[in-house]
């Protein structure tokens, strides 16, 4: 892609500009009124969201990350589709689906009426998509950074057969301190505990970290939590067309481990992903849409 093509198509004057990034994959840098955000074409994914009144983004994105063709971007929130978690029917395809690393395409930036930016980028099935899923798909995530951060994605089923999908928006979000950490909102509500062979348990009390954390809660409302004392502020997460939600948070082992995170990188965020999974599978129809939502705003 050709950066400065890129810039003449959809650069605005002191609001945005597409640079290359790590790896040379094309970034659109936004300064606007409200925010500053970076969007990776590679993946369709968020990297970086800071509200003008805060002073820490609230965004988590690694320092190891990777950026290279074929491995997703650690951070910010990588997009799990046409399912999430492990191939769903074990062929040995990679986890959470392949879109998380494939280069999308700009379809469109305009200022809105309220000055926010609004960002939309695309995917097409491919011949290679079609080796991994076949089916035709025509993806889209409009990405809107004001004071809060919005996400609209929109899967349109463009073949003759219908298909279904599990799907999540796996935000990482930039925390002060792990042990200083609850989410809100999930009190007494059932999940599988991906740590406890994925055991239906039920949650007692907010949730709170002590260690790996990897469940899948069933049957959310629509509004999340994430109080952070150390920061002292709330990220408020705000979905539709949602009923599950994973958290998730490596502990010191895994974090350690895992060569795209930093050893100590697991104090730093925890994943509250708004998700359609577990028995939540959506099914599209042939020529239908479907819009998974969710909002980011912090207090
Ligand atoms: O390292 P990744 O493939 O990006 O996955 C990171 C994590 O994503 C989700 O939250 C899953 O529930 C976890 O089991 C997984 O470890």
Redesign the pocket.
């Known amino acids: 892609m050709n950066i400065e093509q890129l810039n003449a198509d959809y650069g605005i004057v002191n609001k945005v500009k597409i640079v290359a990034g790590k790896g040379g994959f094309p970034i659109i840098e936004i300064n606007n009124e409200y925010a500053n955000a970076t969007l990776s074409l590679y993946g369709g994914q968020i990297l970086s969201f800071q509200p003008v009144n805060q002073a820490e983004d609230i965004m988590f994105l690694s320092n190891q990350a990777y950026y290279q063709e074929g491995k997703?971007i650690?951070g910010g929130t990588?997009i799990c589709w046409p399912w999430f978690?492990p191939d769903p029917e074990d062929k040995g395809r990679a986890?959470?689906g392949f879109v998380r690393n494939r280069l999308w395409t700009i379809r469109e930036i305009v200022t809105t009426q309220d000055g926010s930016t609004e960002v939309v980028m695309g995917l097409l099935d491919t011949p290679e998509t079609r080796k991994i899923w076949d089916y035709s798909f025509d993806m889209s995530i409009a990405i809107t950074v004001g004071n809060s951060l919005t996400v609209e994605l929109t899967t349109r089923n463009t073949g003759d057969n219908s298909f279904s999908i599990t799907q999540a928006l796996?935000t990482y979000f930039r925390i002060g301190d792990i042990n200083q950490v609850q989410v809100l909102n999930l009190e007494d509500l059932s999940y599988l505990d991906?740590v406890d062979g994925g055991k239906n348990k039920t949650q007692t009390g907010t949730v709170t970290f002590d260690g790996e954390c990897?469940r899948i809660y069933l049957d959310v409302p629509s509004q999340l939590i994430i109080d952070d004392s150390a920061l002292g502020r709330k990220i408020k997460i705000t979905a539709a067309n949602s009923n599950t939600a994973?958290v998730?948070n490596?502990g010191a082992t895994i974090s350690a481990n895992?060569a795209d995170l930093g050893d100590l990188d697991y104090q730093r965020f925890v994943?509250v992903?708004t998700a359609n999974a577990a028995n939540e599978v959506i099914e599209v129809a042939a020529g239908s849409d479907f819009n998974l939502t969710a909002n980011y705003s912090c207090y």
């Open positions: 997703a650690k990588p978690g986890s959470h796996h991906k990897d994973i998730w490596p895992m994943c992903e």
